[in-house]
Structure formats: structure tokens, C-alpha cells
């Protein structure tokens, strides 16, 4: 069964940076494309970015472009989000998911952004 | 981007009912969309890719149609379960966008 963990979430001031991670497990990491979808409180389901494949194009929803960056260490089998210059706006549980076609879900880690 | 519209935002149904959502692209995406279920207070799960095909595990009682810009999900008997709410999301051209969602509540 396919296993992903989300970890790194937490309280941060606007203008601050985080880096999210997701530990994969139980299927083949280094070929899988990789996306983060995120969702505020109390709404609907916002698509932020998409790795694709070992290492390969990346691309980034017009709310986070420039501001976040998605990777992979494949050797950790781990998916990063580096989220820099937070906004209030960007709170939000964000999930981890496999594939570029949202297959499986981790279960989200919190963001909230706040003075 | 791709805007993503669906249709209703909300609706009231029964067990047993048939329920059809409706999910409207502003521009033709092909067959590049999936349908998603949140169950309150849980991560979403995959209920269909490519417009018609059913995601590993997902009961028959779902199924998906459209092309083009226009597509519905269907849930031919409503079980208890299904009390959810739904999403679309284009995967024709980046960035992805998913719809606002219908929320499925009891009657």
C-alpha cells in the first residue's frame, strides 16, 4: 500500500519561509511524478505544483510561483516543498500526492501563517 | 489557467437516490479530467481519471462521462458513504485546477 507521510507543517509569520516534507514509500519514487495540492480552512481543493519524474520540469500555480519550490531527493525518497515569502493567504493543510493525476493522498500537514 | 466550474455547489439526496454532478471547463480539455471525494475531515481520494475510468477500489455505482468541456459524475444508488464532497480536476494543461466542489448532505 502505498505510504505518505507529510511532516514540516507548523506556525510562521507572514514574510517567513518553511520547507514541507514527504516521506514515500511502497512504490517506485525516482519514476513517479510528484504534485502538492493544498486546501484553506474551510475550502475547496487548490493545486500547487508538480515535479515529474527523477528530476525533471517542475510547474507551479500563478498564487505560488516564485515564491515556493518543489523537489525530490530520491536517495531519501522524500518530496520537499520550500515555501519562502508566506502570506496569510497561503494557510492551508497541505497534502502530498502521487502522480501528476492525484492517485493517492497523505493525510496533509497544516500551515498557518500568522503574526 | 483553466477555469473550472461545477454544478450544483450543493445538493440534498437520499440513499438509493441517483445523483449526477456536473463539472464545466471555459475552454476544451479532451477526456483530461478526474472526480475526487472528500469525506469530512479526511484527505480526498481518486475516484476517476480520464473522464471514464473507475480508480482501483471505487464501486461500480460511480462513473464518469463528457469530453470537450462539459462532464458529469454520476453515483447510480447513493449509499450512506458517498455523503461527501466532490471535485473535478482538469489535467489537460498546467497549472491543473479543480473545481470549487458540490457538497452531497443528507436529505
Known amino acids: 500500500e502505498v505510504q505518505l507521510l507529510e511532516s514540516g507543517g507548523g506556525l510562521v509569520q507572514p514574510g517567513g519561509s518553511l520547507r514541507l516534507s514527504c516521506a514515500a514509500s511502497?512504490?517506485?519514487?525516482?519514476?513517479?511524478?510528484m504534485t502538492w495540492v493544498r486546501q484553506a480552512p474551510g475550502k475547496g481543493l487548490e493545486w500547487v505544483s508538480v515535479i515529474h519524474g527523477r528530476d525533471g520540469p517542475t510547474y507551479y500555480s500563478e498564487s505560488v510561483k516564485g515564491r515556493f519550490i518543489i523537489s525530490k531527493d530520491i536517495s531519501k525518497n522524500t518530496l520537499y516543498l520550500q515555501m519562502n515569502s508566506l502570506r496569510a493567504e497561503d494557510t492551508a493543510i497541505y497534502y502530498c500526492?502521487?502522480?501528476?493525476?492525484?492517485?493517492?493522498w497523505g493525510q496533509g500537514t497544516l500551515v498557518t501563517v500568522s503574526s | 489557467d483553466i477555469q473550472m466550474a461545477q454544478s450544483p455547489s450543493s445538493l440534498s439526496a437520499s440513499v438509493g437516490d441517483r445523483v449526477t454532478i456536473t463539472c464545466r471547463a471555459d475552454q476544451g480539455i479532451g477526456n483530461a479530467l478526474g472526480w475526487y471525494q472528500q469525506q469530512p475531515g479526511k484527505a480526498p481520494k481518486r475516484l476517476i481519471y480520464?473522464?471514464?475510468n473507475l480508480a482501483g477500489g471505487v464501486p461500480s455505482r460511480f462513473s464518469g462521462s463528457g469530453s470537450g468541456a462539459e462532464f458529469t459524475l454520476t453515483i447510480s444508488s447513493l449509499q450512506p458513504e458517498d455523503f461527501a464532497t466532490y471535485y473535478c480536476?482538469?489535467?489537460?494543461?498546467?497549472?491543473?485546477?479543480f473545481g470549487p466542489g458540490t457538497r452531497v448532505d443528507f436529505k
Open positions: 511502497e512504490f517506485p519514487f525516482n519514476t513517479f511524478d
Open positions: 480520464g473522464t471514464t
Open positions: 480536476l482538469q489535467h489537460a494543461g498546467f497549472p491543473f485546477t
Open positions: 500526492v502521487k502522480g501528476a493525476l492525484c492517485d493517492d
